[in-house]
């Protein structure tokens, strides 16, 4: 159930972020994923989102929700799309990374997931989001 929205500013987009709550006063903001080519705050963001071995999770406020390692690396074909939809059944509703074969962003299309290309670190990414 949405209980209200709000808006976020990341990496100067400014997005409406929908708030649930399963009980009164016990809200979960959206998650944000971060594609990277390691599990460690450091790593680099993958130039490849599909792609990308991990997965770093995190709420709208900075807070590290998992590291997911990438479950579908071992697929012959249709590795984007179905990280795409793995992302999307988390919660995830922004994915930053390098870029996005378009299966991929098809699906994160269909799914509601804002993509934002981007450089640098997750940690880069995470200070944004704890500002």
Do not use: C, W
């Not at 390691?38 to 709208?60: D, F, R």
């Not at 929700?65 to 939809?85: C, S, T």
């Amino acid at each position: 159930m949405i209980r209200a929205l709000s808006l976020v500013t990341l990496l100067g987009l400014t997005l409406a972020v929908a708030v649930a709550a399963e009980e009164p006063g016990d809200y979960k903001p959206d998650t944000f994923a971060i594609s990277a080519d390691g599990s460690e705050l450091t790593s680099p963001i993958s130039k490849l989102s599909g792609v990308s071995p991990y997965y770093h999770l995190y709420s709208v406020n900075g807070k590290a929700v998992e590291v997911l390692a990438n479950p579908h690396l071992d697929l012959e074909f249709g590795i984007g799309p179905a990280a795409a939809a793995t992302l999307a059944d988390k919660g995830v509703t922004v994915l930053v990374g390098g870029m996005a074969g378009p299966k991929m962003q098809d699906v994160l299309d269909a799914r509601s997931v804002r993509f934002v290309r981007r450089t640098g670190t997750v940690e880069d990414v995470v200070k944004e989001l704890s500002e």
